[in-house]
C-alpha cells in the first residue's frame, strides 16, 4: 500500500509502510517530490522541536502553531482514499495513523 502526502491537489511525496510504529502509528519510507521543498522548513522544524524538552513551554507553543499550520494545508490520502493524519517527517522516515 501506497500514501500520498498532499496539498490541495498537489503531491508532496509518497509513504511506503514499513511495518514498524507503535500503534496507531505506522512507521513509513518518505520519498519526496520536487513541491516537498516548499513545506519541508516546517516538517524539519517540527523534527527539531520534537526533541527538545518537553516542558519548555515556548517550544510547546511552536509545535502547536506547526501542528495548526499542516492541519490547514497537508494532508495523507491512501490509495482507498482514506483520509490519515501525518506524524512527524525526518529526513526518509514519516509516521502516520488512521
Not at 519510507?29 to 515556548?58: G, R
Request: hydrophobic share 35%; charged share 30%; proline share 5%.
Amino acid at each position: 500500500m501506497v500514501f500520498y502526502l498532499k496539498q490541495g491537489d498537489t503531491i508532496l511525496g509518497t509513504l511506503h509502510p514499513n511495518n514498524n510504529g507503535d500503534f496507531p502509528w505506522m512507521h513509513c519510507e518518505f520519498k519526496p517530490t520536487a513541491s516537498f521543498e516548499q513545506v519541508k522548513p516546517l516538517f524539519d522544524e517540527l523534527c527539531h522541536l520534537s526533541e527538545q524538552e518537553e516542558d519548555n513551554q515556548a517550544v510547546l507553543e511552536r509545535l502547536e502553531e506547526c501542528w495548526a499550520i499542516i492541519d490547514k494545508q497537508i494532508h495523507v490520502i491512501s490509495e482507498d482514499r482514506e483520509r490519515w493524519s501525518i506524524g512527524l517527517i525526518c529526513d526518509d522516515f514519516a509516521s502516520i495513523r488512521p
